[in-house]
Each structure stands twice: as C-alpha cells, then as structure tokens.
C-alpha cells in the first residue's frame, strides 16, 4: 500500500489553501476525507501496479522486495484488498461531494490504464504520471467547490511533469543498461531527451508560479506575503534539481523526506503564500 507515497496527496490541501479556506470547519473536514480517500485509492492501484509487475520486479534491484514480487503476499489477496479499498475511497469521495468520486474514479482510472495498458509507451506514460500529481490538485477544489486558478493547473501540471520526468531521468540513471529490461518505457528515453522535458516543465512551473504569485496577491494583505514566496518557490525547485540532476529522484517523496533543506524552504514558502492567501 506504500504509505511513504501518500505524501503526494498533501496536494489535495492545494486549492482550499490558496483560497484562504483552509481553516473553515467544514472545508477543513472536506478536505481531510478527501486526503483519506486519496490515500485508499492510491494504495489500490498500487496493489494492481505490483500485481501486474510482479514478474519485472524481481528483475530489479530494488522493487525485488516488494511483498507481491519476494511471495509475500498472494496476488489474489492482493487484488481482493484493492477492490476493497477503491470501493471505500469512492463512498468516502462520494459522501464528501459527487464532485470529489468523479475526481477520484478519473483518477484510478488514469492509474489503471496507465499500469495495464500504456506504462510501456514512451511520453505517454508520462502524461499518465502528470494526471496522477494533477488530479490530486483538482480534488481539493472538488471536495469543497472551490474555485481553480487557471494559473494554479499550470504550475500543478507542470510541476507534476517535472517531477515525473526527474523520477525517469532518475531511473535511467541508477539502471543504465539494464534501465529497459526493468521498465521497457526507459528504452525509449535518453538523458538528454529527459534533461529537456524536466527543464521545460521548469521553466514553464515557475513562469505560471510567478503569475498564480501575484493573482493571490491581489488579496488585501498588510505586506506582498504571496509575491515574496516566488523566491522560495524557485529555491525549492533548483534544490529538487540537485537531485534530479544527480539521477537521485527517482523516488520524489524520499527527495522530499530526505532533504531538510528542501524541507526548510519548502516550511518558508508554505508560510509566505499561507500569509498571503490568508490576507494577513
């Protein structure tokens, strides 16, 4: 079930955050169930993911250890349990909004083609991998009908591609030759090739940060809290790409838990654009 990946779903805090929303008792509680529902079906479809897998797994050096790939765990049980926690997340999501379900059914079923159909087929497997980080964002403004930022799906599904491009370029690094025997969409990348996706996402993430920046600081607030967490924002992403660059990001949430300078900036941003969201 990966509980170390249900960071990503921290997304979800995303729009009601922006929107100042947040700390409202009912958008709060919408919020943290639609964080929960997320993290159930996220585990379901890696439950398939590493049903599915379980034969290139143990090829790799470390996926080997799985518990479906080393035996321990059945695949029949293994897809019993995600049937089961899908059909929570979507009562839990429905409960909340219908909005929300809709938001994530989109999502697992992009996961489930994505780990069926199309992991193997370079760029759009990436594309798969972005909507997974971009429904994540969505659904906060699903769970509580707040409004998105134009601005804001810019910088969410461009960060979400920069991200899944380091977490490639990161793999193909660490496996070299043997990259395409482990994840056959790897024979389909360079290191250059990847450098180029990752960078223009980049330069696009930060370009629609600065203008999402100055749209939520035109909240009355007693100083430009919002416009002075660009800087943050641009630390935090050239830090992240230390590591991209260093072919260590293949997994993002050990970058994240790993790095306490990245922690740092990222604790000096979230509190700069919470000011300014907030109107403080």
């Known amino acids: 079930m990966r509980p170390r990946q249900w960071l990503k779903n921290v997304l979800v805090f995303a729009v009601p955050l922006s929107a100042g929303s947040l700390f409202h008792s009912t958008v709060g509680l919408r919020v943290g169930v639609a964080f929960v529902s997320f993290c159930l079906a996220a585990s379901a479809t890696y439950l398939i993911n590493d049903t599915v897998d379980r ?9 080997q250890f799985r518990p479906i790939a080393a035996g321990l765990l059945s695949p029949t049980l293994a897809v019993s349990a995600a ?3 899908f059909v929570a997340a979507t009562i839990l999501a429905w409960l909340v909004r219908p909005a929300l379900c809709w938001t994530v059914v989109a999502y697992v079923a992009a996961t489930l083609a994505y780990s069926l159909r199309f992991k193997h087929e370079p760029v759009i497997e990436l594309g798969l991998l972005t909507s997974g980080f971009l429904l994540r964002a969505v659904a906060g403004g699903s ?4 409004p998105i930022s134009k601005w804001f799906l810019i910088v969410a599904a461009f960060g979400s591609l920069f991200m899944a491009a380091g977490k490639r370029y990161g793999e193909l690094v660490s496996l070299g030759k043997d990259a ?3 994840r056959r969409s790897l024979a389909g990348y360079t290191t250059s090739y990847l450098r180029f996706v990752w960078a223009l996402a980049a330069a ?6 600065c203008l999402w920046a100055f749209e939520v600081g035109a909240t009355p607030a007693s100083l430009p809290w919002a416009i002075w967490s660009i800087a943050p924002f641009v630390l935090g992403l050239l830090r992240y790409a230390v590591d991209v660059d260093a072919g260590k990001a293949d997994a993002p949430e050990d970058v994240v838990l790993g790095d306490r300078v990245l922690q740092i900036v990222g604790l000096i941003w979230l509190i700069l654009f919470g000011l300014g969201a907030f109107g403080v």
Request: no cysteine; hydrophobic share 35%.
């Open 204 to 209: 696009v993430t930060v370009t629609a940060y």
């Open 180 to 182: 395409g025997s482990t």
């Open 55 to 63: 034969a290139a797994d143990r090829e790799h050096p470390t996926k």
């Open 143 to 146: 769970a509580t009908g707040t």
């Open 83 to 85: 049937v089961a926690l």
